[in-house]
């Protein structure tokens, strides 16, 4: 019977966290592991009664207007706090996007018919005072409808089950996954139709691990999604204030798709400029 | 379902041996009878206002006469009766058989198949009934008694007083809202069109599992019947056009009950059952069965003086429905005329305290809905039953829709009244989330039993409680009875996000414990909410030569996965998720579902053999007249839990009122006995299973023919395994 005392450990771990998701307030009780999913998410002061989103049909019909869509939207680097600045290159190929193949490794791949385009800028903190760099990046991928959002929420969940410990490329990985989502209508903190947030921690090399956070939200056929690799030397607590500047920084960029929705120029149409991003 | 005789008990009425009391209520008692010949007999009689009154012996005598006129099998027959008796008797052929009511509880709704049966039999039934000229005004779920060959139709009418009513805010109606005709609950007189709207009504509850009208207080029910269309639910086709049909405001709309019974006429039953689910017969012939184990002679009991509640006073009864149950099986006849609660008595001067309970109105909820209701009910009765009590209880139940607006409004109800010390509830997820800040601010303290998030804390950390597990928990232990089942093999887990968020609190932590824990190999695969790709992922898993299965997901999806692994002859270990526990699933799936396991706090007492778990399942039967049913124990546990700390708040022989806050205060500390487990809150004010003793707490039910079936807890299920090896 060994498996008796560790299972429970493991139920008891989950009941803290189930405890401690979920909240927006400042005495959140604080338990390891807990997603901080703090007031940053989450700008106004109280829940709205909508989620952001992003009508099926305000949202681009081709991969033309998707590339234009995704290419138009502003995202300035102090979106996520000052300091930050774009990283070179900066943008990817919109044609291409991140797969978690079947070894648990990153890899680019050709979009699926599925997807529309997708676009991922890259940020960073630069080190200063003793404080590591922080690597981010923003993604915003159109699906050519909702269901097939969905779908890839649905797979975003299952990859951090699948692999909880995940190469981001030949030197970096990422390990301890745990992600969850909740949908705008399961009534907690969420801010879009579905948020998603998965932490764990990032190894570079073999070297010390530190945070890692990927949060992606799903407003229709629109997902956005950011991580963040914590640099060396934060205390716990401004590892959380950058895991919540990511988060504004995301709510940003969800109220400006919301608001093209609503303004209805989603669908304008613009020349795709086929600028090659160097991918990462 | 019956007790012995009392001492002031005859032990002979004419022509019949009394063997037991079947129920008592304000027109007198019902007993278990026997002729010379053998044969079980209902015997009511009469006491009481009614038997001194002239009036009512005339009307008694006639409807006696009528009676005897009535001939349809599917009517239980008069036997005897004598009016001129100084107390008045009236004996019927006794049908063992559980109630409409009580299948449908115990088993969930019919199949349209055997719903059409029903109602063709049963217009039949009241075509008999009105031929003889008697119109029957209280057709309802628990006058309709199931045996294999089809329904009775039992107290027709007859000894009916004028005074056996509902007392509603437009004044008294006779039998019982939420199946009354609307002209009925406007004080009007019964026709036989009465009749078939509630036979309507009766087709309706016995398809969805609900009333059409709805739950609630007799005025609510009055309203809507009057007002708002009836809610059909999942009734289609010819039968959902025919109980509109019977449905209809305007009396003159309505088919006759000779038209249904042509309509329907085309469903007729054999003998064997075979026109009822397969665990709908099996309570039919256990029952059957326990009524052939009645003794012939048994030892009387002395009344206890002690007791008050015996002859509920003519004001209870009027606020019971006026149900009074004329003949039968003593099935319908415990819930009736075991006393009520509803208003304790005001004259002796006690205070009066009412607990509140949270319910959520809705097909899902309804079954944790009425089972708060019913446990919160007892327990209440029990305490003011209690003769040196200091103050009286009542309970007082809102129900919300579900939604965040509602919940708060309930919440913002009870808070508001000054007179409601404690809330069990809310039973559902987003307005406990919700409802939660409204008791918190108030300092109102309540115990929800059915939620398994913990998001309240966050808002309400000092008044808000659970009793339930995190469903987090709740799928780690799936991992665990693989352990102690010794049934760890490489898993397939589908999270099915149509079943909500639990299903993510769930699965992830049997993936986890499965390969961090076991060991062992586990594939998971996440659904989207709102496609169809469940059956896919089910393929994909097998492709993938799992050896055990873990579907996390709604009722429907569960069922249809059940249905592709029988097909696919896979015999692995398979687990639903807990929420599922006490659905229709084992109905549902039928022999698919045979061997689907489910982990759950959610305790059968009535299979348990300590004394407290004796005890409770028996005052469940003898008040409700069933089993509890799933999650009445912990709801029972968690009332009794509040009303114990509660009586600790109350101010010694002062007038003075006790303060709410202080009981949030004890229950945050307090270490409670219940039937199967300790209650204690840990930080979170959640159920703490940081102890060891969760493992003798929870519990694994297997689905085996038709039903769910409890195996033992998983400390039983380790202990059993250890012993063998």
């Known amino acids: 019977m060994a498996g008796w005392r560790p299972v429970l450990a493991a139920t008891t771990g ?42 099926e049909d305000r949202a681009p019909k081709t991969r033309a207007e998707a590339v234009a869509f995704v290419r138009e939207l502003t995202v300035r680097p102090d979106y996520f706090g000052t300091g930050y600045r774009k990283r070179d290159p900066f943008e990817s190929d919109p044609a291409e996007w991140a797969v978690l193949g079947e070894d648990c490794l990153w890899r680019r791949e050709a979009l699926p018919g599925t997807v529309l385009a997708s676009l991922t800028r890259a940020y960073e903190l630069p080190a200063k005072g003793g404080k590591g760099p922080v690597y981010l990046s923003l993604t915003v991928t159109v699906h050519q409808d909702v269901v097939s959002a969905r779908r890839d929420m649905a797979g975003s969940l299952e990859e951090a089950l699948r692999c909880p410990g995940q190469q981001l490329n030949a030197t970096d990985q990422v390990l301890g996954l745990f992600s969850r989502a909740d949908a705008f209508t399961d009534g907690r903190t969420v801010i879009s139709d579905d948020d998603l947030t998965e932490t764990g921690t990032w190894v570079a090399g073999g070297g010390k691990a530190h945070p890692f956070d ?35 920084g995301m709510t940003f960029v969800a109220a400006s798709i919301d608001g093209r929705g609503k303004a209805g120029d989603a669908s304008a149409t613009a020349e795709p400029t086929e600028k090659k991003g160097a991918g990462q | 379902m019956s007790e012995p005789l009392r001492s002031s008990d005859p032990s002979r009425i004419a022509g019949f041996r009394l063997l037991r009391r079947l129920g008592a209520g304000g027109m007198g008692v019902v007993y278990l009878g026997r002729t010379d010949s053998g044969a079980l007999a209902a015997v009511k009689v009469i006491r009481g206002e009614g038997a001194g009154d002239e009036d009512f012996r005339a009307r008694f005598a006639r409807e006696v006469e009528l009676a005897r006129r ?12 004598d009016a001129e008796s100084r107390e008045p008797w009236l004996a019927t052929a006794f049908v063992p058989g559980p109630s409409i009511a009580e299948a449908v509880a115990a088993h969930g709704p019919l199949p349209s198949q055997a719903v059409r049966i029903l109602g063709g039999l049963l217009a039949g039934a009241l075509d008999a009934v009105h031929t003889a000229g008697l119109v029957h005004r209280d057709v309802k779920p628990g006058n309709v008694l199931l045996a294999l060959d089809g329904p009775r139709l039992i107290d027709f009418g007859i000894a009916r007083a004028a005074d056996d009513t509902a007392l509603t805010a437009s004044g008294l109606v006779v039998g019982t809202p939420g199946f009354l005709a609307p002209e009925q609950a406007q004080g009007q007189p019964a026709t036989s069109a009465s009749d078939v709207f509630a036979l309507g009504c009766v087709l309706a509850y016995a398809s969805t599992g609900t009333p059409p009208f709805g739950t609630g207080t007799p005025d609510a029910l009055v309203y809507r019947t009057v007002h708002d269309e009836p809610e059909l639910g999942r009734v289609e086709g010819e039968l959902r056009t025919l109980v509109e049909r019977c449905l209809a405001k305007e009396p003159d709309s309505r088919p006759t009950a000779d038209d249904i019974r042509g309509l329907l006429a085309d469903d007729a039953p054999d003998a064997s059952g075979g026109w009822l689910p397969d665990s709908v017969a099996r309570m039919v012939a256990a029952r059957a069965a326990e009524s052939l184990a009645f003794p012939d002679v048994e030892p009387t009991v002395v009344d206890d003086p002690a007791v008050p509640a015996r002859h ?13 149950l004329l003949a039968g099986g003593g099935t319908g006849a415990a819930v009736w005329a075991s006393g009520d609660d509803k208003k304790p008595s005001a004259s002796s001067g006690r205070p009066v305290y009412v607990l509140g309970v949270h319910t959520t109105a809705g097909t899902a909820e ?7 209701e019913r446990a919160a009910r007892l327990a209440v009765a029990q305490h003011n039953a209690t003769p040196k009590r200091s103050y009286d209880l009542k309970v007082k139940v809102l129900a919300d829709k579900g939604d965040a607006d509602t919940a708060r409004a309930v919440a913002r109800t009870f808070t508001a009244d000054r007179d409601v010390v404690a809330v069990l509830g809310p039973v559902a997820e987003l307005p406990m989330q919700r409802a939660a800040a409204v008791y ?34 709740l799928g780690g232990w799936i991992a665990l009875q693989a352990v102690v089942t010794n049934q760890v093999v490489p898993a397939g887990v589908v999270i099915d996000r149509s079943g909500g968020p639990a299903m993510q609190d769930q699965g992830t932590q049997v993936v986890g414990n499965w390969r961090n824990v076991l060991k062992s190999e586990v594939v998971p695969r996440v659904v989207a909410e709102d496609t169809d790709d469940g059956p896919k992922a089910v393929r994909d898993l097998l492709a993938a030569d799992v050896k055990a299965f873990v579907y996390l997901g709604p009722l429907a999806a569960t069922v249809r996965t059940a249905q592709a692994l029988a097909t696919a002859r896979f015999t692995g270990p398979r687990w639903m998720q807990h929420q599922l526990y006490g659905s229709d ?5 039928g022999t698919a579902g045979d061997g689907w396991y489910v982990v759950t706090d959610a305790v059968d007492p009535s299979v348990l053999t300590t004394k407290r778990a004796k ?32 009586a600790r708040t109350v101010p010694a022989g002062a007038r003075r009122r006790p303060v709410r806050s202080d009981l949030a205060v004890r229950l945050a500390k307090v270490k409670y006995q219940g039937i199967a487990r300790t209650y204690a809150f840990g930080d979170f004010h959640q159920y703490d299973n940081s102890s060891t003793g969760w493992a003798d707490e929870t519990f694994v039910h297997e689905v085996r023919g038709g039903r769910f079936r409890q195996l033992g807890s998983l400390g039983d299920l380790h202990r059993a395994a250890e012993s063998q090896s």
């Open chain 1, 14 to 55: 989950a009941l803290l966290l189930a405890g401690c998701s979920g909240g927006a307030s400042d005495d959140e009780p604080k338990a390891e592991g807990t997603p901080k999913k703090s007031s940053g998410a989450s700008p106004s002061a109280s829940p709205a009664n909508e989620p952001y989103t992003l009508a």
């Open chain 1, 214 to 248: 990927w949060y992606k939200f799903r407003m229709g056929p629109v997902t956005v999604a950011a991580t963040a690799l914590h640099g060396s030397g934060r205390t716990a607590d401004e590892d959380s204030t950058v895991t919540t500047d990511m988060g504004k």
């Open chain 2, 70 to 81: 009535v001939d349809s099998p599917w009517v239980v027959p008069v036997l005897d009766a």
């Open chain 2, 312 to 324: 509920p006073g003519r004001r209870r009864l009027l606020l019971a429905g006026g149900a009074l």
């Open chain 2, 366 to 372: 309804a079954a944790v809905s009425r089972g708060s």
């Open chain 2, 440 to 473: 918190g601010a108030a300092g109102l303290t309540h115990v929800s039993s059915t939620t398994g998030q913990q998001d309240y804390f966050l808002t309400s950390p000092k008044t808000s409680f659970q009793t339930g597990p995190a469903h987090a928990a």
């Open chain 2, 585 to 589: 699933f084992p109905r549902l799936a």
């Open chain 2, 615 to 646: 005890d409770f399942t028996a005052a469940w039967r003898k008040r409700y007249g069933i089993a509890p049913e799933p999650y009445v124990t912990e709801a029972y546990d968690s009332v009794k839990m509040l009303l114990a700390e509660f």
